[in-house]
């Protein structure tokens, strides 16, 4: 390998690990500092702020909320970490590749597809991840529906109601439990109820938990009873989770169909159709004699 091929290489690897070598240093002064200096960015305030200009960050941003990231050092440090293993990963190829005698392009040519590939993986896991959380969130709606409508009717505030749905569905309904309470936390800090839910509705994707919300966000702008509208909720999701089910089965026994005919009906032909087959074939044998 020429000199300068091995020099390109080593830049490039230079340039991206720099970044986040950057980033992680950052983040480190920034977490053992305990004073915040004045026209000093940590890794939140940096985090806040791509998000706001680039739409590609807003839309991860969301998509590691989604997935149960709900803070911005937590969203910081998740991404940080995903990407110096990929960086790392990478790396390792080139230098894998490089000892084994390959030549510069495709080891050029490897690292970038491995690059590319590493980063589809990792965002294909995190969208996976994400739509696991909002159907365990749908999932959960509906004994979440039931627990509202009992403490409604004995007659607890809004804000008592949430507050005892996050500390005793924790273990019953735990996907639910945490979303809740972060609207609790910033209802008790001194934000709106109807703000706080709002905010709230914006972060999920579960239709059912989203139709939830804009129900008791309802209430907590008109101040009326939502007795009949839980009531209609509840057997809206029941009605929606049955067609679930119906489509499941349908899936399922179309799926047996499939492996039925591809494995069965062989088998069943030569049962019945053999012996017919064997006898044909030995009188045909006897006439050519």
Known sequence: MEAHHLYYIMGAIILCTAPV?????????????????????NSKDMWRQLREENTHIASLSQLLRRAG???????????????????????????????????PMTILFAVTLGLILLVYLAYFFLKQIAANRQEKLNQETLILVQTTRMLWRVGLSLPKTLAIICDQLRNLAPTCSQELQLAVNKIESGQSQEEALYELIGCTNAEGFKEYLIVVRQQAITGGSIDKALDELYKLLQNRRRLDLAEQVNKMSGKMSLVMMVFLFPALLIVVAGPALMSVTSALGNLGN
Request: glycine share 6%.
């Open 69 to 103: 990231l709900f803070n911005s050092e937590q969203q910081v440090n998740a991404t940080t970490i995903t990407f110096i293993a990929i960086v790392t990963i990478t790396i390792c190829l080139g230098i894998y590749t490089y000892f084994n005698g390959t030549p």
């Open 21 to 41: 070598l950057l980033l992680a240093i950052a983040h480190v002064e920034t977490a053992s500092s305990g004073k915040s200096q004045e026209f000093e960015f």
